[in-house]
């Protein structure tokens, strides 16, 4: 027997005309009818259902739905539920068991078809309730993407960011109230964006295009030095890019950037996908380590300041990787990170200094693990000629955690 009593029905722009027989039998059936005022005016008044529209904050309406378990409840949604839409928050609150839904074409399969992109070549984010910031992540060559907009005038703000990042050349198209009635195309170049706002409903598609000049930065590990603002305290390069090879950033996994100096390290481990909280205890380099998320693409990086290890204690869970690229040497602290890292999780640290390096010898002996010495030297002007500058040596421990 099912335990299903959740239903979601996705609905287009062509309103009940659209919605399958099986979704019209669970928008029938239903004791309980949620969704928005445009959603819910679609609904004949003589249906007997309660009805419901969403509250602010998200919670509240999660929590009228969970005082009707058991009833037949069924929330009305636009187009597909399940990209960037209440069937994600409603499965992971409910679980998936609990619910049945009927998704009708989304917005970013109706661009796709207009447009003619193959959908898995095109990068799909939404800037609904989201920083514009976020944007900046996505953008290099050639990258093709789907945005779900905030309003009307979220066109001429992405326009606005392209322009700012060197990708004034990229083309956009603006495609509202996609397979409905009151569907309109149209399209400009990012620089020089003049287009009079239209509707709120609307997605935008990118054809990102470089202008000469630009600074590409890449989604890989190691990006340029001078791409952060720092106050010294950075992880060069090199050193990061051999640093995150050992972290293994992934999507959707968590690190933990302890002594985080401006950011670096978890900057760049949720630009390839993951979440990351970074810990560090001067106010000063806080405000750099925010300055650089939010340029960088990865506003929503957590930041706890304080010092460690005392300061983990604020933050939640068992992280997948912590990175110690400062204080090793204070009381615990490598026991600390130890203990809150997560079963099969890997720990890595960075130390120049000898005090450093007899810690993570003796860690070594302890954990296993493996040590390295890693040693970088940059050509520089030397008078009229060039020679190596060496950076100063990095003795690097890395180890997983048993399960």
């Not at 970013?108 to 095109?122: I, Y």
């Not at 293994?248 to 302890?258: F, I, S």
């Not at 760049?268 to 909280?277: D, K, P, T």
């Not at 340029?295 to 005392?310: F, N, W």
């Amino acid at each position: 027997m099912s335990d299903a009593w959740l239903s979601i029905v996705g609905i287009g722009e062509d309103g009940l005309d659209g919605v399958p027989p099986a979704g019209r039998a669970l928008i029938d059936g239903a004791e309980v009818l949620l969704g928005g005022k445009r959603h819910l005016a679609m609904i004949p008044e003589t249906h007997p259902a309660e009805r419901l529209t969403w509250r602010v904050p998200l919670t509240d309406t999660v929590g009228d739905i969970a005082e009707r378990k058991g009833k037949a409840v069924c929330v009305l949604a636009t187009g597909d539920p399940m990209s960037y839409g209440i069937g994600v928050t409603l499965g992971r609150e409910f679980g998936r068991e609990a619910l049945t839904v009927l998704p009708a074409p989304g917005a970013f399969s109706l661009a796709a078809a207009r447009l003619g992109w193959p959908l898995e070549d095109v990068t799909r984010m939404t800037l609904h309730g989201r920083p514009l910031s976020l944007l900046a992540a996505q953008i290099e060559p050639g990258a093709k993407l789907f945005i779900l907009s905030e309003n009307a005038r979220t066109p001429a703000e992405v326009a606005g960011l392209l322009t700012a990042e060197g990708y004034g050349a990229s083309r956009i198209w603006v495609l509202e109230h996609l397979g409905g009635a009151k569907e309109r195309i149209f399209d400009g170049t990012a620089r020089g964006w003049d287009a009079a706002p239209g509707a709120d409903l609307n997605t935008i598609a990118v054809d990102c295009r470089a202008e000469p000049g630009t600074r590409i930065l890449y989604r890989g590990p190691g990006l340029p030095d001078d791409a952060f603002h720092h106050d010294g305290q950075l992880t060069k390069r090199e050193v990061r890019a051999a640093t995150l090879a050992k972290l293994m950033p992934r999507r959707g996994a968590t690190l933990w950037d302890v002594g985080a100096g401006c950011g670096s390290i978890a900057i760049e481990w949720m630009r390839a996908g993951g979440h990351a909280v970074a810990f560090e205890r001067d106010k000063t380099r806080c405000r750099l380590i925010a300055r650089n998320a939010a340029t960088l693409g990865v506003p929503h990086l957590d930041l706890i300041e304080g010092p460690a290890p005392d300061a983990l204690d604020e933050a939640d869970g068992a992280p997948d990787a912590i990175f110690i690229g400062g204080g090793l040497t204070g009381p615990d602290m490598a026991a600390r990170c130890w203990d809150r890292l997560a079963p099969g999780g890997v720990l890595v640290a960075n130390v120049v200094t000898l005090e450093g390096e007899a810690i993570l010898t003796r860690l070594q002996s302890d954990w296993g693990g493996e040590l390295a010495r890693i040693a970088v030297s940059r050509m520089e002007p030397v008078g009229p000629y060039r020679g190596w500058k060496p950076l100063m040596t990095v003795t690097q421990f890395s180890v997983r955690k048993p399960v």
